[in-house]
Structure formats: C-alpha cells, structure tokens
C-alpha cells in the first residue's frame, strides 16, 4: 500500500521531461527551495517524530520522499519536481524540498494549501511505523523574485492548468488504487432544496454558477439491511413510504445501498426519541445513513434530519444533546461530525470539518470516524469549492478522500466538476472516470452525461459528433430509468446539452 500512495502521486504528474521543454530549460539548475517542519503538536518533546526520524532515518526520509516528490516514471535519471534534498535537521524534523523548475514550485504550493500533502505524510508515515498525528508548516522560502516567507499564487494559466490536471489525476490513476478503509463509505452530496420535502431534491446550483444547476436530484429511500425486502417494507418507521418505491429494484446495489442507509437514519431516529434525546447512540447511524447516501451538503444534512417528510427530528434537543456530550467529552468525533455538517458554507464549516479529520487522525483506526474519512475530505473539498471557488485546494482535499477509498464516487464526480473551468479535456476525462466506476443507476450519472454533451460541443462539435450523440443518448436513458426519489436532471444542465445535440444534428453529417 506504501508504493500505491506513492506511486499515486507519481502518476499524477505529467512527464517531467514535457515540463521543462516548456520552461526552456535543457539543465537542470535549481529554481527554489524551501523547509518543510514536521512535527506532533500532542507529544512531548523526544517522543514525536524527531525521535522516531533518529530511529528509523532511511524509512522516514522514504515516507516523506513519496508524499512529496512527483517524478517522470518514463525518464527515470531525471530529478523529481519538487524533491526532497539532504541535510534533514533533527528535532521537529526540518526537511529540505527543492524546486526545479515554477511548475514543481506550483504543484507544492497546490498540494500545500489543501490537506492532500498533510494527508500523505500521515498515510505514508503510518505505513513506516509512526502511528501519531502530524503537523506540518514551512519556512524560509527561496524563491526568485517572490518575498521570503509568502509561498504566493499559482503563476500562470498555463502552469495552473498543468498543476490542477496533475492533482487531479490522482482520482483516476490505476496506481491511486488504494483499498477502501471501509466497506461502503461514501461521501458528499448537494445542497438540497427542500421547500415541498420533495423525495430527493437536492440541486447544484451553487456548485456550478454558470450553469444555474447541478447534480441530478437524487433522493432514494433506502431501508432495512438486516430484515427481508418485504419485512422491511411492512416495518413503521418515518421513511416507510419512501422504501416502498426502492423495494421493487431491490437487486440494484444502488436501490440496496439506500435501503441500508435509510435503515440506519430511522434507526438513529428511533433511539434518539424513545431516549428522551439523552442517550447519544443513536447519532452514530445518522452519520451512517448520511454517508451512504452520500450526503454532505449542509441543505442535505438538514433536510434528512429536520425536515417533516423526513426524520422531523427535534432540531433544538438534538444541538442540546451534542453540546452536552461535547462539554463532557470535547474529542467526540462523532458528535463534532453531525455538529460541522449542519453548518453553512463558509469558512467555519471549512475550519469545524478540518478539526474533525485531526482529532480523528489523532485517535486513530479506534476512532469510530475513521472509517469514514473520505466522507469527510470529500464534504471538506466540497465546502472549500463552495467557499473559495478556488480549484486547487479542493482538489487537494479531493485527492486525500481518494488515498481513504479509491473509488468513492462523489469524490470522483465533484473532481470532474472542479476541472470544467480549468481544462475542458482533464473534466471530459474525469467525468468518464466516474461514469466507468460508477453503477449505471448512480444518482449523477445522467447529469455527467450531459455535461460530456456540452463540454464536447465546446470543442469541435463536428470532430466529436459521435460523443456527442452517444452521451445524450445515454443521459436520457439513463434519466428514464433513474430510480424512484431520483429527481430529473435540472434543465440548466439539459438545455445547454440539448442545443449542442440538436447544432450536431443540423450538421451534414461527412
């Protein structure tokens, strides 16, 4: 698994070779440098990772080399882009990284401002041997031309483009193929628009300004994992109606998957009213039933817990009851976790999602979160996007959702969606990433469809007129047969699709 996350992030990066025919550069002579500080906020000194780097120098230097260094896997005798050079100072771990070039400089900067690089010093880390959490800050920057101590924006459309396919490509890398923490973890949603409690109302439209839309509605009812089909169906409950519909396509493992989610939710919201909501067990399947349904948005989350055609549970006991098992136990990741998630976008959810991913790093595989991080990146990178719009510290969240589970899907499909205003080709090829990982009944797939239709059509229309007729073909095949709860796509994401159709069609086809 070592050589996976590293070798992940190789693959992430174009060849290296490409990268310095552009900057013009025939030797390799050194653009900048830098000091990462490593260091454990929660142990005394001589116990952190100072003491454990004396110990064990070779397979630390080898964690650090492969979270941070990209190298050409083609051009072997080239130097990594960033790398990290000798002279490694003890104590907190002060390690040297070299720049060769703006691009390596770019990319370090990119993994630096998202938790990716924080991330993929834990995981290789812990893979050496050292189990504790990790801080990680830098200092004494030579750049040129750049003020000491500022890492400064990314340089240049070009070079941005470059940096955020790479990021991007640990989504889809073979190599990036790394075992699931979890059977079953998922992931993050879509702001739900919850006005009639409609079945799945959960629109994008703030993920995508220009489009006024986003990922299809989706809201099936998923059920009962344990009993049968039709005990399941029989059994009271506030989602009954909405199992009814799925029970009938109970051999989809999309329809399984949300009967198995909505079994938990209903079971959470059982032991949370019979208890009086003095009991906090049962916050632990809501987080359950949120994740598999692969819900994050903070309209999701309080639609599905508050809303009457939902849960309907008691908003004001439910805060009391966190607070009060946080005042007792302030390191409660579960309760810190459904705490973060009702919040709205914007910095503090950004910040109160970063806290959580700490404390349970710090905890742990005991933790009872942990298993449940690439939800948590991935509702982080969503919150970021939704934040900042800016696209690289997103997609660095993005890629640490994929280092937890490689084939979560809507970490998959919000990397797509995040590629779209950087580089229509990387968004084409991430979108049939997810398309190819995906359950043909998944909620986004006819929405990734369509948007294959338009962003194809704002290449050549007439070179990719069979794309063009095959995705929207399958879009609305695929919104036909969408299961029960799952919404159409919004017409601000088909209409766009419809007139590169119907423009491909008015042509004479050669």
């Known amino acids: ?52 780097y004396l110990a064990n120098k070779a397979l630390t230097m080898l964690a650090v ?125 879509e702001d739900v628009s919850s006005e009639a409690g409609v079945s799945t109302v959960a629109s994008w439209e703030d993920v995508e300004e220009e489009e006024k839309a986003g990922p299809s509605q989706h809201q099936q009812p998923p059920a009962q994992a344990t009993p049968t089909a039709q005990q399941a169906e029989l059994q009271e409950g506030p989602l009954k109606g909405r199992r009814a519909g799925l029970l009938q396509h109970k051999d989809s493992s999309t329809a399984q998957t949300w009967l198995e989610a909505y079994s938990c939710l209903e079971r959470g919201e059982a ?119 800016q696209p690289a510290p997103a997609l660095s969240a993005f890629a640490s959702a994929v280092m937890h589970k490689s084939d979560h899907l809507p970490t998959l499909f919000f990397t797509a969606v995040c590629s779209k205003g950087v580089s229509v080709p990387q968004a084409i090829r991430q979108f049939h990433h997810y398309i190819h990982t995906a359950p043909t009944d998944h909620q986004w797939v006819p929405l990734a469809h369509y948007l294959l239709v338009t962003l194809f059509g704002q290449q050549d229309p007439s070179v990719h007129r069979d794309r063009i007729l095959h995705h929207y073909n399958m879009a609305q095949q695929a919104d036909r047969n969408r299961l029960p709860g799952f919404g159409p796509v919004p017409s601000g994401t088909t209409d766009p699709a419809r007139r590169v159709y119907e423009q491909v069609l008015a042509q004479p086809h050669k």
Request: aromatic letters at 8%.
């Open 271 to 389: 032991m949370l009213t019979r208890g009086g909501y003095q009991e906090g067990e049962g916050v632990e399947h809501l987080l359950e039933g949120l994740v598999l349904m692969e819900f994050g948005a903070p309209g999701d989350v309080n639609t599905f817990l508050y809303h009457q055609s939902w849960l309907h549970l008691d908003r004001p006991k439910l805060n009391q009851l966190t607070s009060t098992q946080l005042q007792v136990n302030p390191g409660s990741t579960t309760y810190l976790l459904i705490q973060a998630l009702q919040l709205p976008n914007g910095h503090s959810r950004q910040q109160a999602i970063n806290h959580v991913i700490d404390v349970v790093l710090q905890h742990g595989e005991t933790d009872p979160m942990y298993k449940h991080l690439a939800y948590m990146y991935c509702a982080l990178g969503y919150t970021i996007w939704q934040t900042t719009r």
């Open 65 to 189: 080399r492969r979270a941070v260094e990209r190298r050409d896997p083609d051009n072997p005798d080239q130097p990594a882009d960033p790398q990290v050079g000798e002279g490694v100072r003890e104590g907190s771990l002060l390690v040297p990284v070299i720049f060769y070039s703006q691009l390596g400089y770019q990319y370090f900067t990119s993994i630096l401002s998202g938790p990716f690089l924080k991330a993929c010093l834990q995981t290789e880390l812990e893979k050496v041997g050292y189990k504790e959490p990790i801080d990680v800050s830098v200092e004494k920057w030579e750049l040129p031309n750049l003020p000491e101590g500022g890492a400064g924006p990314l340089m240049g459309m070009m070079g941005e483009e470059r940096v955020l396919g790479w990021l991007a490509e640990l989504q889809i890398s073979e190599k990036a193929s790394i075992p699931s923490t979890a059977a079953g973890d998922s992931g993050i949603p």
């Open 1 to 52: 698994m070592a050589e996976q996350v590293g070798q992940a992030g190789q693959a992430a990066a174009q060849p290296v070779m490409e990268m310095f025919a552009e900057a013009g550069r025939e030797a390799m002579a050194v653009w900048g440098r830098v000091h990462l500080r490593f260091h454990n906020p929660w142990l005394a000194a001589g116990f952190g990772i100072g003491a454990f």
